[in-house]
T-cell receptor
Framework: AQSVSQHNHHVILSEAASLELGCNYS??????LFWYVQYPGQHLQLLLK??????LVKGIKGFEAEFIKSKFSFNLRKPSVQWSDTAEYFC???????????FGTGTLLAVQP | DADVTQTPRNRITKTGKRIMLECSQT?????MYWYRQDPGLGLRLIYY???????NKGEISDGYSVSRQAQAKFSLSLESAIPNQTALYFC????????????FGPGTRLTVL
């Protein structure tokens, strides 16, 4: 069965600090990987996705993620965070024909001005 | 995302009451999903539908039922609400072909007293 682990539940950073949020998944077949963001009081929005090709994926708002197949990881990074990046971040994986998304438990990021 | 709408946005009800949450989409997508979000647990899939005649249980379907009235409409019902169904409920849609991202509605905050 597929599963997704996000090891950081709460992260607090100061503005301009670098960000890396961990995501590990378990699934034996071909996977598709996603990072979604949920700003306070809003719905989930897609940050970036990986289907195939270049394992370094660039998304919106300066975010990027690297798919490392050997480590079953898809960590999210941003070189310099802003206060407006305060949100909850969810890693998700889908595989097989059903396109069901399996979500991690989320990481709550607070960026202090 | 205005393409996926949910009604109501907030609802407070009492134990034992029947509740229906509605989802409509104008994206023309075949696939629709219902999730619930609980703090620290991420999003969990309740039901999903690949088309009007194809409805499937997700990982936490007990206590819920769904109806796909049309391609654009997917309703979630709680036949007899209980307090541990208090959560944020999201509807999502995706295209039918391949591994596609899901687009989320704004969510319904349900409180069962």
């Amino acid at each position: 069965a597929q599963s997704v682990s996000q090891h950081n539940h709460h992260v607090i950073l100061s503005e301009a600090a670098s960000l890396e949020l961990g995501c590990n998944y378990s699934y034996g077949g071909t996977v598709n990987l996603f990072w979604y963001v949920q700003y306070p009081g809003q719905h989930l929005q897609l940050l970036l996705k990986y289907f195939s090709g270049d394992p370094l994926v660039k998304g919106i708002k300066g975010f990027e993620a690297e798919f490392i197949k050997s480590k079953f990881s898809f960590n999210l990074r941003k070189p310099s965070v802003q206060w407006s990046d305060t949100a909850e971040y969810f890693c998700a994986v889908s595989g097989g024909a059903t396109n069901k998304l399996i979500f991690g438990t989320g990481t709550l990021l607070a960026v202090q001005p | 995302d205005a393409d996926v709408t949910q009604t109501p946005r907030n609802r407070i009800t009492k134990t034992g009451k029947r509740i229906m949450l509605e989802c409509s989409q104008t994206k023309g997508h075949d696939r629709m999903y219902w999730y619930r979000q609980d703090p620290g647990l991420g999003l969990r899939l309740i039901y999903y539908s690949f088309d009007v005649k194809d409805i499937n249980k997700g990982e936490i379907s007990d206590g819920y039922s769904v109806s796909r009235q049309a391609q654009a409409k997917f309703s979630l019902s709680l036949e007899s609400a209980i307090p541990n169904q208090t959560a944020l409920y999201f509807c999502a849609t995706s295209e039918g072909q391949g591994y596609r991202e899901q687009f989320f509605g704004p969510g319904t905050r349900l409180t069962v007293l």
